[in-house]
């Protein structure tokens, strides 16, 4: 099973330009929810925005064309 972590978005959060949402995109199917990660950015002071992948895409697209300082990371969905 995949795993995202604080470490795993580290270059994010860390970064000069840091965001003030990062959207996740986690495959297909909602299915985890991720508690642990969501409160440890949230201690760093970040949002996180959790969606399927294509929802999460179309999210950001939306948020960069209003101007939006966001990040997006994305598990890649499986396929048979």
Excluded at 27 to 41: E, V, Y
Aim: glycine share 6%.
């Amino acid at each position: 099973a995949e795993t995202i972590s604080v470490d795993n978005l580290g270059r994010i959060y860390q970064s000069a330009n840091r965001p003030n949402l990062i959207v996740l995109g986690i495959g297909d199917q909602m299915n985890h929810p991720f508690a642990q990660l969501r409160a440890a950015l949230s201690k760093q002071g970040i949002a996180v925005e959790i969606l399927t992948t294509p929802a999460a895409c179309r999210t950001w697209n939306l948020l960069l064309s209003e101007g939006r300082k966001v990040a997006f990371a994305a598990i890649a969905s499986k396929t048979s």
